[in-house]
């Protein structure tokens, strides 16, 4: 004969097993996705956020005239994005006809991703584009094209330490992996000037090819990558030399724009702008291994933490393409703002 305290010992761990589940799913939840995916979107002045899970579009926060480059501080409490008051002029557009800039519009706007608001805008220069921040979250380095040079904005102070002269319409900013120095491309003159991140000093300047965009970096520091888009093709640069030592060559058609780096430096991810393409590069071999459409000129392109995904800015589309880095295809299309152009990844 079984007794009836017998079951109720069942029917309590039943009951624990139940509510444990309850509490888990719960959790599950509340959590959310593992990270974010936050675009910027230059004409509707805003950011479009991303749960990679549900692929979809969850929020927009509006930011100002023209945001474009877009990084988290190294918390993730923060997102910095540059934003511009000067008037959009894509090639072929006769600047001189276009409207005076709003001068008041220029900064970097600080957005708290606890809560999506916008706490305050930074100085920064005149019609600031891209920019790196320190690990410390100290200092930022920012590329300021009508000033034609890299400011340093003092985080502590919501200053401008110093503007350093990068050569005209300056844009690819991004720190070498020990934060020793800096690196700005000048898109006119065709070089990358090598700051120094403390004292400011030019360290040296490298030609290099037409138009160079952006810059990326082996995990190591040994290698820069950058970018030429009037010259469909990459810089190598030695960066113990301060010196090109290797050019990569891609289809003639196309426009090298943004890049994003495998964390063991050895795949590295091409935007082609115009190229409508995606490019897949083994570093060790320098060859292209793969292309992919991926929509109306792709511009910024990032990596999900476990690298297992990769997500591209189309600009004219107004769209994310989400990308199976395994598989090189196209996951899904996600309607963002209008004109994407920059995107990060954010781990919580």
Known sequence: MIRPSAFIGVHRRLLFSCLFLFVIALSACRSGPPYQVYVSNEASGDITIIDPVKLE???????????RGI?????????FVTLSGSPYAPPGVDESKLPPPD??????????????????KLPSGHDPEQFAVRRDGKMIYVSNED??????VNLDTSKVDKTVATGDEPEGVTLTPDEKYVYVTSE??????????????????I?????????????????????NENSAALSVIDTAKLEVVNTIHIDETLKPMGMAMTRDGAHLFVTTGRGKKLLFL???????????VVGDRPWGVALSPDEKLLFTANGPSNDS??????SRTIVKKIKVGDRPWGVITLGR
Request: zero cysteines; proline letters at 4%.
């Open 188 to 205: 006119v003159a065709g070089t990358i000037t090598v700051v120094d991140a403390q004292s400011g000093d030019v360290v040296k300047t």
């Open 282 to 292: 083994d570093l060790p071999s320098g060859n292209v291994v793969a292309s992919l």
């Open 103 to 120: 001068r008041t519009a220029d900064g970097i706007g600080v957005m708290d991703t606890s809560n999506n608001t916008v706490l305050r």
């Open 321 to 326: 393409s989400v990308i199976d880095v395994a």
């Open 147 to 152: 000033d034609h040079g890299l400011s340093f």
């Open 57 to 67: 579009a969850t929020a927009t926060v509006h930011l100002g005239k023209r945001p």
């Open 71 to 79: 990084h988290a501080s190294s918390d993730g409490k923060l997102i």
């Open 207 to 227: 030609k290099v090819l037409l138009r160079p965009r952006n810059i990326v970096f082996t995990p190591d520091g040994s290698r820069a990558y950058v970018a």
